[in-house]
């Protein structure tokens, strides 16, 4: 998501991810510090964030399975171009990001299903589902 982003909005075609290509010339997805594979931290929900509004409250916890994130030297321009961080992690590194003005566009950092069940789907899930529902009335109104 972030990639086709800088790639197709910022207009740098040669953006990449450290993993795939490490000694790509702009990397827009680049290693985290340590790794957070097995791990579950707190994410702060951007007030105002369409993800937040998902959720209900301004802090939740999550479990991860990732070695890299965000280049933070994009997040600005990200920014600016509609892609706007909807989370942070303690340290204030991206953990969600959220294409503004779009039903459903949300990118994160974490695996959503970890923590969903059937009797208490996780929040982004059953937003997404929402989101689906809304479409298809609109697509197929009955």
Known sequence: MVIEHVRNVLGFRDADHEESTPGAPRLAVTALSCSLVGQEHAVQLVKGSQTRSFYGVAETVEDYYCSYGV????????????????????????????????????????????????????????????????????????
């Open 71 to 142: 280049n933070p030297d994009f997040v600005p321009q990200l920014d600016e171009a509609g892609l706007a961080v909807a989370g942070l992690d303690d340290e204030k590194d991206v953990r969600i990001v959220e294409l503004r003005d779009h039903p459903f566009f949300i990118g994160t950092l974490f695996v959503p299903q970890t923590r969903s069940t059937r009797e208490r789907p996780h929040p982004i899930l059953k937003a997404f589902e929402q989101a689906v529902s809304r479409h298809a009335r609109l697509v197929h109104p009955t």
